[in-house]
């Protein structure tokens, strides 16, 4: 009998096997749970789908262990429906089913119905783990619960205090991400202190939320104390210093560091490192990282020859970026889009442009905001005027993306570089929106070039109304115009006006490569 019952089990334990039609009916329970198990615990878990009619074939009554395996089975393998209806026939809804059909609602971006379930919990007989809190972290935190987040880090957290759960480092991981995600860093930092086992993926969240508030300080303390460190903490830091021009060089510094300790770099770390050098426009080191690259299967990511692109468009190499894009055996619009506005930004509007209508006329790819705006820029550095206005007017009929402020402003600087003030100041007036500062400084800049005072003065008084104290520049921009037109009168005025109001221009600063690394270099600064 009992050599019986295990051939049964190897029988139902075979993947791609069904059920033996003449013994459905001596199919046991012990039998039908340990090849669910099995389907579980394998990399197909879908393949056990086939169990379940068969199982109701025999005349088997599920029982509570079969029932939970099931649903287990159903969410692993995606089959949210199938695991709901099994969860809805549960004679007895225990804690470990709702954690089960709450995880897979979350993980699968159904937040609504995680929270409807966590609420219909709440009013049972069943009381929420440390796991069932977890969960409701992640999933107000997802991105997908919308709005309106009927539970937040705090309350969680409150609820978690009360219940006297006990935490675990799935619980307070959670707690932490949930508390960075949503700016709380100081709050994450306590829940993170607490922490007897501060595991690196709690370090990297802390890294991620100091970065993102600019407190480098913060984070480095936070890496330093991380005792067990990954690839993925090491990408945080990395990413944090390649954000700004002035942290850039601490980025390539860890890129080394890691490296050094037998870190593979992944495709997050040669995005944010490339992204690094084009800040610096350092491409003699994005030349060896393409160089290290080429030696991998990233080299032909779409994300990485992209980003290869960029660098070298910022570092003023267009050939070397047209290189890579031509070699790419994929593009998408990021790709389309800065290949067209690395030409533009290089003082090459008619490549730009070309690849441009290239992109339009295959019509493999829709070009999205950038692509227009880099499009728009290499007309008007260009002067074709006809061909942005068309290009602008299709953004809306044709793509039906309705045009924002930055292609406001670009078509602004377009008829005034072109030297139609008139119509520019006329677009101005007829925008549906009120213009901002860029619309306004657009007009600035080009009643400068063609020396028209007067209209420069309405365009800046308006800039002020807008902007305020945040554009220096305006001053400048305005106070040149006049001094451009001899008006030095009116020049010392706006200077003492400058002064009076506290605003001074900012120092200009250029990155340049020496012995020593890196260095950041000001107007009149010895080398």
Known sequence: ?????????????????NFPLTEVSSVTEFSVASALQNYINSDHPSHGRKIHPLILKAGIKPNVNISIKLLIMYVKSSCLSDARQVFDELPRRTLSAYNYMISGYTKHGFVDKSFDLVRELCLSNEKPDGYTFSMILKGSTSGNAGSRLPFTGREVHAQILKSNVEGDD????ALVDSYVKSGRVEYARRVFDLMLDQNVICSTSMITGYMNQGRLEDAEDVF???????????????EGYSKSVETAKKAIHIFIDMQSLNFRPTISTFASIIGACSLLSAFEIGQQIQGQLMKTELFTDIKIGSALIDMYSKCGRTDDARSIFDSMPRKNVYSWTSMIDGYGKNGCPNESLELFDRM????????????????????????????????FECMDRVYSMKPRMEHYACMVDLLGRAGSLNQA????????????????????SSCRL?????????AANELFKVSGESRPGAYVALSNALADAGKWDSVSQLRELMKARGISKGTGLTWIGTDAGLEAFHAGQSL
């Open 1 to 17: 009998m009992r050599y019986g019952i295990l051939s049964k089990i190897r029988v139902l334990d075979q993947p791609n096997t």
């Open 425 to 444: 100041l006329q677009f101005v007036m007829q925008m549906s929106e009120r213009p901002n500062s860029d619309v306004w400084a657009a007009l600035l």
């Open 224 to 238: 330093h104390k991380t005792v067990e460190k990954d690839v993925v903490v090491y990408n945080a830091m990395i």
């Open 170 to 173: 799935v619980l307070y991981t």
């Open 450 to 458: 063609h020396g028209d005072v007067e209209l420069a003065k309405i």
């Open 360 to 391: 339009i006329s295959e019509r493999h790819t829709k070009p999205n905001y950038v692509t227009f705006l880099g499009a728009l820029s290499a007309c008007a550095h260009a002067g074709l005027v006809a061909k942005g206005r068309k290009i």
